[in-house]
């Protein structure tokens, strides 16, 4: 019997990938500008290793790398800048038009860390991928192992959707594509002072503007309507981290959304996963509504400070109200601020919440005690407090442990107050 093979029908072996590509100058060099599907990122690209630092790159952080995977399976709306790569020469360019600018780009393979290209920004993405990929081929095994037993028809059929889910998984990442921009530099030192430019050149985002932007946090959703609240609205700054003495804000953004912290879920804690999603935007706005109210009609100082219209204009050299706060009273410290959050949260939890009313006449006892920078004689250093408060501080001792607990000594006082209070 004869047997005809035809070897067109064969697999050859494969060392590379082609994509369509743009040819561009940029800075004396040739760029390739190509769209690679996610899937391709771990085999065109070196994966990077947390373990061993690359002498041309900085460490990568495994977790911080596994959070990118994450938020490619939960949010399908997924975004990311292009990443950025260094060509030593290996790629291979055949123009497609008359002018060169367009053609296929042939990239060779990283095959045990070999690579023709070296990740110039970009290597968490990288990593990301490739632990994403890698969980759900573990998962997919463990399901296979699992149906390959006997199993109820219940059982199998959850053990075949939770398959189907775990292949449209893998789908995804071989069907959504990113951004690679490749430069031609054959010259190491070259490349290494590329990217320095890059990390030099890149302006990092502040937590004010991420806490304005970042719609996946319920503090940070909720944040342009606690802000219309009287005592803060016009005294946020809305791109600074840092309240500087000229600073004429009362906080920044960022601080908004700690205390929001506060309010929701503790002075030293966070709103969990879970809380994110069963939280809704409008009971939030209300609770953290319903502290500044409180505190508002409390504090001398915060009650003055809602009555000032932060538009007026100054005089030369004079000082807003909001920065008179913040110079004489340890309100106008977000750490004090925080804490007094997490106070209403412990008098507000449980199944016999304190009325808003009794909190109030509660933190009006506190209002005496609140002038900057605190004495010896002050309850802040005459009572269990005096862990959480240097001599002549502005502040309370910023770490968890001292926040958390200075909460807890303030919310005992509700019940038992010292003498001097």
Request: charged share 25%; aromatic share 6%.
């Amino acid at each position: 019997m004869s047997i005809t093979v035809d070897p067109l029908r064969l697999t050859k072996p494969q060392d590379s990938s082609t994509y369509l590509a743009i040819k561009t100058p940029q800075g004396g060099r040739t760029v390739y500008s190509v769209r690679v599907p996610l899937l391709d990122l771990p085999t065109i690209l070196p994966v990077p290793d947390p373990n061993n630092v690359d002498k041309d790159n900085r460490k990568v952080d495994r977790l911080h790398a596994k959070h990118f995977g994450e938020y490619l399976d939960a949010k399908q709306d997924w975004v990311a800048p292009a990443l950025l790569a260094r060509d030593g020469g290996g790629c291979v360019f055949e123009k497609v038009d008359d002018q060169g600018a367009v053609g296929y780009l042939t990239v060779p393979w990283a095959i045990g860390g070999i690579s023709s290209l070296r990740t110039i920004d970009g290597q968490h993405r990288v990593l990301g991928v490739a632990i994403e990929k890698q969980r759900i081929t573990d998962a997919i095994s463990s399901v296979d192992r699992e149906m390959a037993r006997k199993v109820s028809s219940d059982k199998l059929a959850k053990l075949e959707a939770e398959r189907e889910k775990l292949i449209g998984q893998m789908s995804r990442l071989k069907a959504e594509y990113v951004g690679l921009d490749i430069y031609v530099e054959p010259d190491p030192i070259k490349a290494q002072q590329m990217f320095v430019d890059v990390a030099d050149n890149a302006k990092g985002i502040s937590s004010a503007v991420r806490a304005r932007f970042d719609s996946y946090k319920v503090a940070n959703r909720t944040l342009s309507d606690v802000i219309d609240h009287p005592l803060l609205k016009g005294r946020v700054d809305a791109e600074q981290d840092r309240m500087t003495l000229k600073n004429p804000n009362f906080m920044g953004a960022k601080h908004v959304a700690d205390i929001t912290r506060s309010v929701i879920a503790g002075a030293g804690g966070r709103i969990s996963k879970k809380a994110e999603q069963t939280l809704t935007d409008g009971e939030v706005i209300e609770q953290v509504k319903d502290f500044l109210d409180v505190i508002s009609n409390a504090f001398t100082a915060l009650a003055a400070l809602t009555e000032d219209d932060p538009e007026v204009e100054r005089q030369p050299g004079e000082l807003t109200m909001a920065q008179e706060v913040r110079r004489s009273s340890l309100l106008g410290s977000v750490g004090m601020l925080r804490v007094l959050g997490g106070v209403f949260r412990e008098l507000r939890a449980g199944d016999n919440p304190v009325e808003l009313d009794d909190i109030t006449a509660f933190f009006k006892r506190l209002d005496s005690h609140m002038a900057a920078p605190v004495s010896e004689a002050s309850v802040w250093r005459t009572s269990a407090a005096n862990v959480d408060f240097e001599p002549n501080a502005a502040a309370p001792i910023m770490r968890t442990q001292n926040i958390v607990h200075l909460v807890g000594v303030i919310a005992g006082w509700y019940k038992k107050a010292p003498a001097s209070l």
